[in-house]
């Protein structure tokens, strides 16, 4: 049990430290970027969320465990949809999302539609952001 806590604790550092990047964005934004992990040891899936300003400087942060693995593309769908929720919760109007994961930015995007498991977060996802979220997009994480 200590073990996995341990993998788990090293797991939220390693996705504080790759999500929380320090770089400009426009006047007024709020950067939120967006991770997920997998443990096939704990068969749990991670969700790292951090929320930058326009200087880069750490606002906040949120990580969340799941006991389910599930594949990739679920979990990176499931780590946005937790994160427009947070940032609904949190009340903030200007938020850009950012994502390491092509499939969840290109459906997001309009770059497909698809009934899969998959397809209905996303879509759940998409409605929230742009019922509550109107300024907000999401985009590959280092615009691949």
């Known amino acids: 049990m200590y073990d996995e806590q341990r993998e788990n604790y090293n797991c939220c550092i390693l996705m504080a430290s790759k999500l929380c990047k320090k770089e400009k964005l426009v006047c ?3 950067k939120c970027n967006v991770d997920a992990s997998f443990s096939n040891v ?7 969320i951090c929320i ?8 906040r ?3 969340m465990w799941f006991t389910a693995l ?33 499939k969840v930015a290109g459906y ?4 497909g539609r698809y009934i899969t498991q998959f397809a209905l ?4 996802s998409m409605q929230l952001c742009s019922a509550q ?3 907000s997009n999401v985009s590959l994480l280092g615009g691949k």
């Open 42 to 48: 704990s068969n749990e899936v991670g969700i790292g």
């Open 121 to 124: 977060i996303m879509d759940c």
């Open 108 to 111: 997001y995007n309009g770059l």
């Open 133 to 135: 979220l109107t300024n």
């Open 70 to 102: 599930c594949s990739v593309d679920i979990g990176e769908a499931l780590g946005l949809y937790h994160a427009i929720r947070w940032i609904y919760d949190l009340q903030p109007t200007n938020v850009d999302f950012e994502v390491d994961s092509e």
């Open 61 to 63: 942060s949120k990580t």
């Open 52 to 59: 930058r300003d326009e200087e880069g400087q750490h606002i």
């Open 28 to 30: 007024g934004m709020l």
